[in-house]
Antibody
Framework: QVHLVESGGGVVQPGGSLRLSCAAS????????MHWVRQAPGKGLEWVAF????????YYADSVKGRFTFSRDNSKNTLYLQMDSLKVEDTAVYYC????????????WGKGTTVTVSS | DIQMTQSPSSVSASVGDRVTITCRAS??????LAWYQQKPGRAPKLLIY???SLQSGVPSRFSGSGSGTDFSLTISGLQPEDSASYYC?????????FGGGTKVEVK
């Protein structure tokens, strides 16, 4: 059964850093691109970043470009999202999602981890 | 960036009703569109991809249509468990973008 589990969320002050992880199981992780998507409290979905199956290419939303870094370790079936220079508006539930491998649709999602940026 | 606009923002309907949600792209996106369902406190779930292809395991009462700039998600025979928010998503080019969402209430 395909499973994604996020971790690493918490409360951090503005300007601080946090690293999220996403552990994958139940599929050949190294064959699939992966996404991060976030949802601010009471708001809609916002795509954050994508990484290709081998980590060779990464794409970011303008709102996080230069502050967030997406990486993966295919030997550990794990994704990482390093979040630096955090802003209050980064407060959200962060979901990792598996790509269908066709045109960037997300067919499996984790349950999410909550990031709160507050002083 | 290509903007995605959903309407209505909310809809209330009875069990057995037919409900249609629309999504409009600010420019032609061919059929590179997905629909997701999200229940409160839960992760989104892929329903439709490629504008009209049903994701495996999704009930056949869900259907999608459209191409170019205008798309729709139809629930034929609304069920109590369909109470949720629904989002369209433009695919194919980065940055990927979601519509603002439509909340469906089942009376």
């Amino acid at each position: 059964q395909v499973h994604l589990v996020e971790s690493g969320g918490g409360v951090v002050q503005p300007g601080g850093s946090l690293r999220l992880s996403c552990a994958a199981s139940g599929f050949t992780f190294s064959n699939y691109g992966m996404h991060w998507v976030r949802q601010a409290p009471g708001k809609g979905l916002e795509w954050v970043a994508f990484i290709r199956y081998d980590g060779s290419d990464k794409y970011y939303a303008d709102s996080v470009k230069g502050r967030f870094t997406f990486s993966r370790d295919n030997s550990k079936n794990t994704l990482y999202l390093q979040m630096d220079s955090l802003k209050v508006e980064d407060t959200a539930v962060y979901y990792c999602a598996k790509d269908r491998n066709d045109f960037w649709y997300m067919d499996v999602w984790g349950k999410g981890t909550t990031v709160t940026v507050s002083s | 960036d290509i903007q995605m606009t959903q309407s209505p923002s909310s809809v209330s309907a009875s069990v057995g009703d037919r409900v249609t949600i629309t999504c409009r792209a600010s420019q032609d996106i061919n059929t590179w569109l997905a629909w997701y369902q999200q229940k409160p406190g839960r992760a989104p779930k892929l329903l439709i991809y490629g504008a009209s292809s049903l994701q495996s395991g999704v009930p056949s009462r869900f259907s999608g249509s459209g191409s170019g700039t205008d798309f729709s998600l139809t629930i034929s025979g609304l069920q109590p468990e369909d109470s949720a928010s629904y989002y369209c998503q433009r695919a194919m080019y980065f940055p990927l973008t979601f519509g603002g969402g439509t909340k469906v209430e089942v009376k």
